[in-house]
């Protein structure tokens, strides 16, 4: 129940490149810069369109054509932007990271040694860390995908997760969140580090979430609400 299957459909080339030999879904991450270094070839490539104002670092990039970065963006690589891709104003584009065909990272966003598969979407004020984002994934303004976990003694520790009852060690100390093919977040949604959301789960506006939830569910924040009068 942790292979890239049970979260996205491969039959994309794309996307069937990267999970190749892939067992576990988080184990693309970590081969996050050794692939970039296989598809790049220590080289900068610019086909699309980079806007006055935009800026791209000294790292190995490709930016596929028909793709924008616009004003303000930073680029700082290794990183894979492919066909149709937009980076607005503001986002950050930090190391290790692949965009795929027609995904959005929008303004003030930021990700970092993340996947964005086919058309998903992290377009206002998103934080997206040491995450897998399935296709046409839709994130709420401000939802934030956390990535580091500390223990009371102020220790690092890697990240265990439990599907269907069963535990897996990831080996991981950072570790985001793996969001299904066409997972949505409401506006303000945290979601825990090492959660796992299985295809088309919905999570509700200002929700925490944390752990494996299969797809289809959709998780909900219950509050109660108090009016009274101010004068």
């Known amino acids: 129940m942790v292979q890239p299957s ?6 994309h080339a794309t996307v069937h490149r990267l999970f190749h030999g892939v ?3 988080w184990d693309l991450l970590p081969r996050l810069p050794e692939l ?7 080289r900068q ?29 930073y680029l700082c690589g290794p990183a894979y932007v492919g066909p149709g891709v937009v980076i607005r104003h503001g986002a950050y584009v930090r190391q ?3 965009l795929l065909d027609g ?4 303004h003030a966003s930021e990700m970092k040694n993340c996947v964005m598969l086919p058309r998903a979407k992290a377009p206002h004020f998103a ?3 040491d995450s897998i984002l399935g296709s046409r994934v839709n994130l709420g303004a401000g939802t934030k995908l956390s990535n580091l976990a500390i223990t009371a003694a102020g220790h690092r520790k890697t990240f265990l997760v439990e599907v269907d009852g069963v535990v897996h060690d990831t080996g991981l100390t950072k570790l985001g969140a793996v969001l299904g093919d066409d997972v949505q ?12 959301l299985g295809r088309g789960v919905r999570v509700y506006p200002n929700t925490n979430v944390r752990g494996y939830h299969g797809a289809g569910k959709i998780l909900k924040l219950r509050q109660h609400i108090e009016t009274a009068e101010w004068r």
Do not use: Q
């Open 6 to 11: 049970v979260f996205f459909d491969l039959d």
């Open 23 to 25: 067992d576990r879904v």
């Open 103 to 106: 995904a959005v990272l929008g």
């Open 45 to 73: 490539v610019v086909e699309g369109e980079v806007m006055t104002g935009a800026v791209i670092g000294t790292e190995p990039v490709f930016v596929a054509a028909g793709a924008r970065v616009e004003p303000g963006a």
């Open 185 to 196: 977040t409401g506006c303000n949604a945290v979601v825990n580090p090492g959660t796992l």
């Open 36 to 42: 970039l270094a296989s598809w790049l070839d220590g």
């Open 96 to 98: 290790n990271c692949i």
């Open 127 to 129: 934080y997206l860390g």
